[in-house]
């Protein structure tokens, strides 16, 4: 009865296994992080040219204080 109770054990567990539902691809979505790679470069570029002189002046100025 022992062994029996084993097999059906293993028989519910291999059940479950194969079932079960499968775990998703955890590479990730590439077009996604490209997108966001992208448009941060983006949006680093026109603040930077927006912003162009009053960054010069602060670096001048924090850089002027420091010696």
């Known amino acids: 009865m022992e062994h029996l109770d084993a097999a059906l054990l293993r028989l519910?567990?291999?059940l479950l296994a194969l079932t079960a539902p499968r775990s998703r691809?955890?590479?990730g979505d590439v077009p996604g992080w490209v997108l966001v790679t992208v448009m941060t470069a983006g949006l680093v570029m026109v603040i930077w040219k927006v912003a162009d002189q009053q960054l010069a002046q602060m670096l001048n100025s924090a850089l002027g204080k420091v010696q």
């Open 12 to 14: 519910h567990a291999t």
């Open 25 to 27: 691809d955890e590479r």
